[in-house]
C-alpha cells in the first residue's frame, strides 16, 4: 500500500532533505519502518529505547492522531498521507467588564466599529481585556503590536534579554539603535508609540515556577512567545493551573504551528506533548534558523486568536493544531483531543503545583537561555585565549567545528574541520582517541553536547570551547564575522 509520508524541515536533514516521500505499508507501524530502514538516524528522533513513538512526536493519519485511535496498528489505505508533527519550540469567550471609549478612541478604532462582528461592544470588551505577551521577540513582536493597535487595554510584556543584532531581521518591535539596550524598554517605547491608549506593564525578569502565578493571575489570557521548552511547559501548566487560555506558537526555518490550549474548553500543551524532546534532538532558531518573515505569520494568527476569544466570535483553535509551511505557502489542520490520562489536565492529575521545568526538559548548565550568566566549567571548558595558547603550542591540535555546514559557510576557525553535532555520533571514526580535541560551535551549547557524545564513547582528552566562535571573534580574531 503505497502512502505518502511528510517529514517535518526539523527532520528532513535526516530524511535526505525531503519533505516528502512515497513509502510502502499497510499500517502506521510498516510505514515507519520502511521510512528508518531508508533513513536510520531517523529512528533515534522518532522511537525511543524500547521502540516506541517518542512522546514528543505525534503521527496524523490525514487530520487523526494516532493516539486516539489503533496508534502505530492503524491502518493506512491507498491515498492516505501519514503526517509527522514532532514539538518545536472550537470557541472560548472571556468575561471582561465593558467600559467606555473617548472620542480619540472612537476614531483611532473607527474600522473596528462599523464591523458587526466587533461594533462599540466588543471594542469596549478589547479596551478592558488584559492580555500577558511571554517573550518580545520573533512571536512577541508582531502580536504584540498587533494587539497594541486594535486597542487591547492592558498588555503585560515579559522579557529580559537584550536586543543583538540578529534578532533585527524578523523582531520589528526593535530598532537598528537599540541594539545593546533591554528588549523590554524597547518594545515598551515601541508599543507606547503605536497606541499611547494602552496601558503597557513590563517585566524584566525570567519566567519561574517561583513569579509566574503572581505575574498571570491577573491576566486574562497568556501568549506563548517563548523559545524554550522549560519556559513552554511553564505556561502551559501555570495556565491550567490558573483556569486561563494559553495561545501558542512555535516557528523553525520556514515552518510554524500555532494552537489555543484551554484546559476548560479542550487539550493543554501537554495532551499534544506529554514529555519534551531531549536537550540537543530538536534544534533551536538560534542553531537551525528562522525565515524573518515567519514570526510575523504565526505571531498575527496568535494575535487574532486572542482577539476573537476576547470579543466572543468565530471557532478558535481550541481542539485544533494548525501547521504552516511557507515554502508551499500550504496551511493544514490537525484535530487535537483532550487526554483523559494527561497528568495536569486529565482526570486524576498528578502535577498539581508547579515543578523544576528545567530539570524536567533534562537541561544541564551550558544548555539554559543564551542570556543568562554562566560560570565556565574548566574541567571540560576551554576559554578562547586558552585554546589559542594551546593551539600554538600543539600544532596537532585537533578542533572540531560542530555547527551546521549553513554556519560553517558563514565564517569559520582556520584550522578547525567541520563534523556538525547530528552527525558526530556516526563520524567518530575520523576522530583519533588519543588526541587531544577542542570542540566548537556558535555559542558554546553545541560543542557541551558533543563533549558528552565524545566522552560516553571513551574520549578523554577532550573540551568545549567555552562561548564558541562567538568568543573567539571577540577575543582572538575580530575578523570573522560575528551572526
Same mark, same amino acid.
Given at each position: 500500500?503505497?502512502?505518502?509520508?511528510?517529514?517535518? @524541515?526539523?527532520?528532513?536533514?535526516?530524511?535526505?532533505?525531503?519533505?516528502?516521500?512515497?513509502?510502502?505499508?499497510?499500517?502506521?507501524?510498516?510505514?515507519?519502518?520502511?521510512?528508518?530502514?531508508?533513513?536510520?538516524?531517523?529512528?533515534?528522533?522518532?522511537?525511543?529505547?524500547?521502540?516506541?513513538?517518542?512522546? =514528543?512526536?505525534?503521527?496524523?493519519?490525514?487530520?487523526?492522531?494516532?493516539?486516539?485511535?489503533?496508534?502505530?496498528?492503524?491502518?493506512?489505505?491507498?491515498?492516505?498521507?501519514?503526517?509527522?508533527?514532532?514539538?518545536?519550540?472550537?470557541?472560548?469567550?472571556?468575561?471582561?467588564?465593558?467600559?467606555?471609549?473617548?472620542?480619540?478612541?472612537?476614531?483611532?478604532?473607527?474600522?473596528?466599529?462599523?464591523?458587526?462582528?466587533?461594533?462599540?461592544?466588543?471594542?469596549?470588551?478589547?479596551?478592558?481585556?488584559?492580555?500577558?505577551?511571554?517573550? $518580545?521577540?520573533?512571536?512577541?513582536?508582531?502580536? $504584540?503590536?498587533?494587539?497594541?493597535? $486594535?486597542?487591547?487595554?492592558?498588555?503585560?510584556?515579559?522579557? =529580559?534579554?537584550?536586543?543583538?543584532?540578529?534578532?533585527?531581521?524578523?523582531?520589528?518591535?526593535?530598532?537598528?539603535?537599540?541594539?545593546?539596550?533591554?528588549?523590554?524598554?524597547?518594545?515598551?517605547?515601541?508599543?507606547?508609540?503605536?497606541?499611547?491608549?494602552?496601558?503597557?506593564?513590563?517585566?524584566?525578569?525570567?519566567?519561574?515556577?517561583?513569579?509566574?502565578?503572581?505575574?498571570?493571575?491577573?491576566?486574562?489570557?497568556?501568549?506563548?512567545?517563548?523559545?524554550?521548552? %522549560?519556559?513552554?511547559?511553564?505556561?502551559?501548566?501555570?495556565?491550567?493551573?490558573?483556569?486561563? #487560555?494559553?495561545?501558542? *506558537?512555535?516557528?523553525?526555518? =520556514?515552518?510554524?504551528?500555532?494552537? @489555543?490550549?484551554?484546559?476548560?474548553?479542550?487539550?493543554?500543551?501537554?495532551?499534544?506533548?506529554?514529555?519534551?524532546?531531549? %536537550?540537543?534532538?530538536? #534544534?533551536?532558531?538560534?542553531?537551525?534558523?528562522?525565515?524573518?518573515?515567519?514570526? *510575523?505569520?504565526?505571531?498575527?494568527?496568535? $494575535?487574532?486568536?486572542?482577539?476573537?476569544?476576547?470579543?466572543?466570535?468565530?471557532?478558535?483553535?481550541?481542539?485544533?493544531?494548525?501547521? =504552516?509551511?511557507?515554502?508551499?505557502?500550504?496551511?493544514?489542520?490537525?484535530?487535537?483531543?483532550?487526554?483523559?490520562?494527561?497528568?495536569?489536565?486529565?482526570?486524576?492529575?498528578?502535577?498539581?503545583?508547579?515543578?523544576?521545568? &528545567?530539570?524536567?526538559? *533534562?537541561?544541564?548548565?551550558?544548555?539554559?537561555?543564551?542570556?543568562?550568566?554562566?560560570?565556565?566549567?574548566?574541567?571540560?571548558?576551554?576559554?578562547?585565549?586558552?585554546?589559542?595558547?594551546?593551539?600554538?603550542?600543539?600544532?596537532?591540535?585537533?578542533?572540531?567545528?560542530?555547527?551546521? #555546514?549553513? &554556519?560553517?559557510?558563514?565564517?569559520?576557525?582556520?584550522?578547525?574541520?567541520?563534523? %556538525?553535532?547530528?552527525?558526530?555520533?556516526?563520524?567518530?571514526?575520523?576522530?583519533?582517541?588519543?588526541?587531544?580535541?577542542?570542540?566548537?560551535?556558535?555559542?558554546?551549547?553545541?560543542?557541551?553536547?558533543?563533549?558528552?557524545?565524545?566522552?560516553?564513547?571513551?574520549?578523554?582528552?577532550?573540551?568545549?570551547?567555552?562561548?564558541?566562535?562567538?568568543?573567539?571573534?571577540?577575543?582572538?580574531?575580530?575578523?570573522?564575522?560575528?551572526?
Amino acid at each position: 500500500m503505497s502512502v505518502e509520508v511528510q517529514i517535518p @524541515v526539523a527532520l528532513a536533514k535526516h530524511a535526505g532533505n525531503q519533505e516528502s516521500l512515497m513509502l510502502n505499508g499497510n499500517s502506521v507501524r510498516e510505514a515507519l519502518d520502511s521510512l528508518m530502514k531508508t533513513y536510520p538516524t531517523l529512528k533515534t528522533h522518532l522511537l525511543n529505547e524500547k521502540g516506541e513513538l517518542r512522546h =514528543f512526536v505525534n503521527i496524523y493519519v490525514n487530520d487523526q492522531d494516532i493516539r486516539h485511535g489503533e496508534q502505530m496498528k492503524t491502518p493506512l489505505k491507498a491515498g492516505d498521507v501519514l503526517i509527522i508533527v514532532p514539538s518545536i519550540a472550537g470557541g472560548s469567550t472571556i468575561k471582561t467588564e465593558s467600559t467606555e471609549l473617548s472620542p480619540k478612541e472612537i476614531q483611532r478604532y473607527s474600522r473596528h466599529l462599523i464591523m458587526p462582528e466587533v461594533g462599540l461592544e466588543g471594542q469596549k470588551k478589547l479596551k478592558a481585556a488584559k492580555i500577558l505577551c511571554v517573550g $518580545a521577540g520573533g512571536l512577541g513582536s508582531p502580536l $504584540a503590536m498587533y494587539l497594541a493597535a $486594535a486597542g487591547v487595554g492592558t498588555l503585560g510584556i515579559v522579557e =529580559f534579554d537584550v536586543v543583538d543584532y540578529s534578532n533585527l531581521q524578523r523582531q520589528l518591535l526593535h530598532d537598528t539603535d537599540r541594539v545593546g539596550k533591554p528588549k523590554l524598554q524597547s518594545a515598551m517605547d515601541r508599543l507606547r508609540a503605536i497606541n499611547p491608549e494602552v496601558k503597557l506593564v513590563g517585566y524584566e525578569t525570567r519566567l519561574t515556577s517561583d513569579n509566574v502565578l503572581d505575574i498571570m493571575k491577573n491576566y486574562d489570557i497568556v501568549i506563548d512567545g517563548t523559545d524554550n521548552f %522549560p519556559t513552554r511547559y511553564l505556561v502551559n501548566d501555570a495556565c491550567v493551573l490558573l483556569k486561563k #487560555p494559553n495561545i501558542y *506558537g512555535s516557528i523553525f526555518r =520556514f515552518e510554524g504551528q500555532a494552537s @489555543v490550549f484551554d484546559s476548560l474548553k479542550g487539550p493543554c500543551y501537554r495532551c499534544l506533548y506529554p514529555e519534551p524532546p531531549p %536537550p540537543g534532538l530538536v #534544534p533551536s532558531c538560534a542553531e537551525g534558523g528562522v525565515l524573518g518573515i515567519l514570526p *510575523g505569520i504565526i505571531g498575527t494568527i496568535q $494575535a487574532t486568536e486572542a482577539i476573537k476569544i476576547i470579543i466572543g466570535k468565530g471557532e478558535t483553535l481550541v481542539g485544533r493544531l494548525l501547521l =504552516f509551511n511557507a515554502l508551499k505557502m500550504q496551511f493544514r489542520e490537525m484535530k487535537l483531543r483532550k487526554d483523559d490520562s494527561c497528568p495536569i489536565c486529565g482526570k486524576n492529575p498528578t502535577i498539581t503545583k508547579l515543578i523544576d521545568y &528545567e530539570k524536567f526538559c *533534562g537541561l544541564t548548565r551550558g544548555e539554559t537561555s543564551q542570556v543568562e550568566e554562566k560560570k565556565m566549567d574548566s574541567s571540560v571548558e576551554i576559554t578562547a585565549t586558552e585554546l589559542k595558547e594551546l593551539w600554538d603550542k600543539n600544532k596537532k591540535l585537533k578542533v572540531v567545528d560542530v555547527r551546521n #555546514p549553513e &554556519e560553517y559557510e558563514i565564517c569559520r576557525i582556520e584550522g578547525a574541520s567541520l563534523i %556538525p553535532l547530528s552527525e558526530i555520533g556516526s563520524r567518530l571514526g575520523e576522530l583519533n582517541k588519543n588526541d587531544q580535541i577542542v570542540l566548537h560551535c556558535h555559542h558554546g551549547m553545541r560543542s557541551l553536547r558533543a563533549l558528552e557524545v565524545l566522552k560516553k564513547a571513551g574520549f578523554q582528552n577532550v573540551k568545549s570551547l567555552s562561548g564558541g566562535i562567538d568568543a573567539w571573534s571577540i577575543e582572538i580574531d575580530p575578523s570573522i564575522p560575528r551572526y
